[in-house]
């Protein structure tokens, strides 16, 4: 019988609903249609109906026993709610894959990966309208991973070799990046030649350009360069045969809601199971990739430079340059002068600092008690507003007077510490009185539009623009540039703050055009000194060192385990008692399980991880274990 035609028989069909919420189980359904698995269906859960995906279908004899197992009425599905759209097998494979990997529900992976616009038109967005002639691969086309590590301007000249290598074949390509700016920046570097075959699908617009975007791109005759985000993964074109990661190491192809994953991980699987060629660059790639190229993981091909060229770049020594006043100077003389040069050459200065505010921490100058938010628990921030001063968390947004006690000991002795980019501002205005100075920060800039109103202001009028990392997302390149503070990071004990420093400094240096200075109270750190130099093979061998010693990531593999705040203290003991056998670190709102990465995925574990209730919170591979 012929798959998606109606017959007199029933069929058993089981299914994953798709929402964050989904339980880690599939449900299971009557169809008097054999549903092919990938397909997108309605399915009646409780009151409602809701979107999900059909995993397997069976003859209702085969599953007779199944039937009598399940002890309640099955409900039919309606030939109504059977949609034509379908997510390819091979990409139920690496869905499958990456939920395993990840501790979490294929349903919740779902509803990460598919946007609500799609389950909304799951015809426009996940039918089949390619033009595009399918391209049979044999074992031997199959490609292993290359890895291009060097400056942007060579990089992409390599990506610009590889579109055109793939047209020549007749074959399409996805360009994922990790933001919408990176979007349009790469397609502003890409579509010299080809512009007429380039097509560009974020979810910023409106629904029904959306959808134009869409299918132009599934019905162009014609190979296609599609640049998109990670949520145009599933374009259903049949003639992609490379996909390209660009910003590989960056932070945003992590996920800030439940389920926490990284988009790398599955878009590796996924390439894989569709045996797509994948590439993967950036300037700097995380230290995993790295350590995986060394292991031999990926291909021989790969073009991997460890000296990183850029301007000229000074490191120079904050802690000694004292005021008249005996205190210590936000901007150095040698930051100064470099300033005052732009000034006279009527250039812009790009000033970054790592946190916002005036003072990124607050403490005790009696007990050392950090400073909390009254509502989460959270450290906050000093903030100026109509020349008061506020406290402000970055974490749920609750305010607080700067007129206030410990909460520990009650005392008044409350010491701002670090430097934030408002503070940063300050000092810069009374150098320069008479320039335009701006700050690009998530608090000055809460919208992309807002964000690039500054940028544009900044490049029509020129002066001082002061900013966050925020700032790399939206400004190209700037004469000018100097790291005014980085120091606080060091002060957060994570085994990836070394990279992530590293990383930083060095996009500081590489979009900037005549010289750069970075200036620190931490001297001695010799992260800075190989930054400073573009040295990324002596960082890297240093970093494998120390991780390897303490068995971190990439050697071993974090699982953190959060517990809401309300029940931590009824749920954090069982919760060691029930995963004692993998000696889980107890810290103050949960526990971390270090595991080696060779015997992860653990069937046992991921088994014990499932039964949690949703009070706790599961990252797998996190980030940071703070």
């Not at 150098?431 to 202001?457: C, G, R, W, Y």
């Not at 703050?497 to 500081?508: G, Q």
């Amino acid at each position: 019988m012929k798959e998606g035609k109606t017959t007199s028989q029933s069929f058993l069909v089981e299914v994953f609903p798709i929402n964050k919420t989904a339980t880690q189980g599939s449900l299971s359904y009557f169809s008097a249609t054999r549903l092919a698995p990938g397909t997108i269906i309605k399915v009646p859960i409780r009151k409602g109906f809701v979107t999900a995906v059909v995993w397997r279908s069976r003859d209702v004899k085969a599953a007779r026993s199944d039937i009598r197992r399940a002890g309640f009425l099955l409900k039919k599905i309606r030939k109504t709610d059977i949609t034509l759209a379908q997510i390819p097998p091979e990409s139920l494979s690496a869905i499958e894959k990456t939920a395993r990997y990840y501790a979490t529900s294929i349903g919740a992976l779902l509803s990460t990966f598919l946007p609500k616009i799609f389950l909304d038109e799951p015809n426009t967005f996940l039918k089949n309208l390619s033009n595009g002639k399918k391209k049979k691969k044999s074992p031997e086309h199959f490609k292993e991973t290359l890895l291009l590590q060097m400056e942007t301007e060579e990089r992409f000249g390599q990506y610009r070799a590889l579109v055109r290598q793939s047209f020549a074949r007749g074959a399409s390509i996805i360009f994922i990046a990790p933001t919408h700016l990176d979007c349009l920046k790469a397609a502003k570097d890409l579509r010299g030649g080809i512009a007429e075959f380039v097509h560009i699908f974020t979810l910023t617009g409106k629904k029904s350009e959306l959808e134009k975007h869409w299918v132009e791109a599934l019905r162009e005759p014609h190979p296609i360069l599609f640049i998109t985000t990670p949520m145009g993964l599933f374009l259903p074109r049949t003639d992609i045969d490379r996909v390209i990661v660009e910003r590989e190491n960056s932070r945003a192809y992590r996920t800030l809601t439940r389920p926490f994953i990284h988009f790398k991980v599955f878009i590796e699987l996924w390439a894989r199971a569709l045996n797509h060629h994948l590439v993967l660059g950036d300037s700097i790639l995380s230290i995993e990739t790295l350590w995986r190229e060394k292991r031999g993981d990926f291909g021989e091909s790969s073009l991997i430079r460890w000296r990183l060229p850029a301007a000229t770049s000074s490191l120079v020594d904050a802690k000694s340059k004292q005021n008249q006043n005996g205190r210590f100077n936000i901007i150095t003389p040698e930051l100064k002068e470099l300033i005052s040069k732009a000034i006279s050459e009527n250039e812009r200065v790009y000033l970054f600092g790592a946190r916002k505010g005036l003072a990124p921490t607050t403490v005790c100058g009696d007990c050392g008690t950090l400073l909390p938010c009254l509502n989460c628990g959270a450290g906050v921030v000093l903030h100026r507003y109509n020349e008061t001063t506020i406290y402000i968390c970055h974490a749920c947004g609750a305010k607080r007077e700067s007129k206030t006690v410990c909460g520990y000991c009650g005392s008044w002795k409350l010491v701002p510490l670090g430097i934030g980019t408002e503070e940063i501002a300050r000092a810069a205005k009374e150098l320069f009185p008479k320039q335009n100075i701006q700050i690009l920060d998530k608090d000055h800039a809460p919208t992309d539009a807002k964000a690039k109103s500054i940028v544009e202001k900044f490049n029509e009028d020129g002066g001082i623009l002061v900013g966050t990392e925020l700032a790399f997302f939206h400004l190209e390149r700037v004469p000018y540039s100097g790291l005014v503070s980085v120091d606080a990071l060091f002060s957060i004990p994570d085994f990836g703050i070394n990279e992530r420093i590293f990383y930083l400094v060095s996009r500081l240096r590489e979009m900037t055009e005549k010289w750069s200075i970075i200036q620190t109270r931490n001297i001695k750190q010799q992260v800075l000194a190989w930054a400073n130099q573009g040295n990324i093979i002596d960082f890297y061998q240093n970093e494998m060192e120390e991780r390897e010693s303490l068995l971190y990531p990439p050697f071993s593999i974090f699982i953190k385990i959060t517990v809401a705040k309300k029940s931590a203290g009824r749920e954090l003991q069982g919760l060691k008692e029930r995963l004692f056998k993998w000696h889980p670190d107890i810290f103050k709102d949960g526990v971390v399980i270090r595991i080696s990465r060779d015997a992860w995925p653990n069937d046992e574990l991921g088994a014990e991880l499932a039964l949690l209730g949703p009070q706790f919170s599961i990252k797998v591979d996190p980030e940071s274990i703070l």
